[in-house]
């Protein structure tokens, strides 16, 4: 199971998190790959030794080549109320995204209309009057540069499809990695280089606020940015 047991970030009796690798898919799709909440369920069998199945509720999703932080629920109980936090926007997601060019200013808010392609699989900057256009916002800051490539702090405000990706290729900033959005080459593992780095939330039951960071893929790019930043 990839290591899962090593990358469980958090653990009680309602949620458990865990920091996704970038080739896993978080439910299933039409490659047939196991999702990682299958993983997570039979990792939670194994681990408490449980009878017939495992409840296990998705809160939220990551795109299959990002990695990072990935919040489950345990309990009915604990999906419905994250649920509830989520629609309400009160679960705050940081990612970090690593960029070769770097952007016209430091620190910005992004405001686009993204339109949908289900053919494609891709978001496309549009006009507000466009059919099927929804308002995509983020706000970003710099972080720290290597030789080649700039680091970015991401702090979404709206949750659209390929929303980072879309938005940071529109003020030609692509993330590394990422053909689909103008990067001119692929990494090796097929990841982009974007990284749900940590989200943070009232816990649904116990009413205490938590914080929750994901470290960074096994990659001397990223370890380097982490260090640098540590």
Same mark, same amino acid.
């Given at each position: 199971? @990839? ?6 970030l958090?653990?009680?009796n309602?949620?458990?998190?865990v ?11 039409k &490659?047939?790959?196991?999702? !990682?909440?299958? *993983?997570?369920?039979l990792?939670?069998?194994?681990? $408490?030794?449980?009878?017939?199945n /495992?409840?296990?509720?998705v ?6 080549? %990002? ?6 629920a345990?309990?009915?109980k604990?999906?419905?109320r994250?649920?509830?936090? /989520? @629609? ?5 997601? +940081?990612?970090?995204? %690593? /960029?070769?060019?770097?952007? =016209?200013?430091? *620190?910005? &808010? ?12 891709k ?6 009057? +466009? ?17 080649? $490539?700039?680091?970015l702090?991401?702090?979404?405000? +709206?949750?659209? #499809? #390929?929303?980072i990706?879309?938005?940071?290729? =529109?003020?030609?900033?692509?993330i590394k990695g990422?053909? @689909?959005?103008?990067?001119p080459?692929?990494?090796?593992? =097929?990841?982009?280089?974007? #990284? =749900?780095?940590? /989200?943070?939330?009232v816990?649904?039951? @116990? ?7 994901a470290?960074?893929p096994d990659d001397? !790019?990223?370890?380097?940015? *982490?260090k640098?930043?540590?």
């Amino acid at each position: 199971m @990839k290591n899962l047991a090593s990358r469980i970030l958090y653990e009680d009796n309602h949620l458990v998190v865990v920091n996704k690798l970038a080739s896993e898919i978080i439910q299933g799709d039409k &490659t047939g790959d196991v999702p !990682l909440s299958e *993983e997570v369920k039979l990792f939670l069998k194994e681990k $408490y030794a449980k009878p017939g199945n /495992v409840f296990l509720g998705v809160i939220h999703r990551l795109d299959r080549p %990002v990695s990072g932080v990935v919040v489950f629920a345990k309990t009915g109980k604990a999906l419905s109320r994250m649920n509830e936090l /989520v @629609k309400k926007r009160e679960m705050k997601k +940081t990612y970090w995204a %690593v /960029v070769k060019n770097m952007p =016209a200013q430091r *620190e910005a &808010t992004l405001n686009h209309y993204l339109v949908r392609n289900e053919k494609k699989n891709k978001s496309f900057v549009s006009k507000k009057n +466009t059919e099927g256009a929804k308002e995509a916002v983020l706000s970003y800051r710099y972080l720290a540069s290597s030789d080649q $490539y700039h680091l970015l702090e991401i702090d979404l405000h +709206t949750g659209r #499809h #390929h929303q980072i990706r879309a938005q940071l290729a =529109a003020i030609g900033s692509p993330i590394k990695g990422d053909l @689909k959005y103008g990067f001119p080459r692929s990494n090796p593992d =097929a990841s982009i280089s974007l #990284h =749900a780095r940590s /989200v943070s939330f009232v816990h649904p039951v @116990k009413k205490e606020p938590l914080k929750i960071e994901a470290p960074v893929p096994d990659d001397p !790019l990223w370890k380097f940015f *982490e260090k640098k930043l540590s």
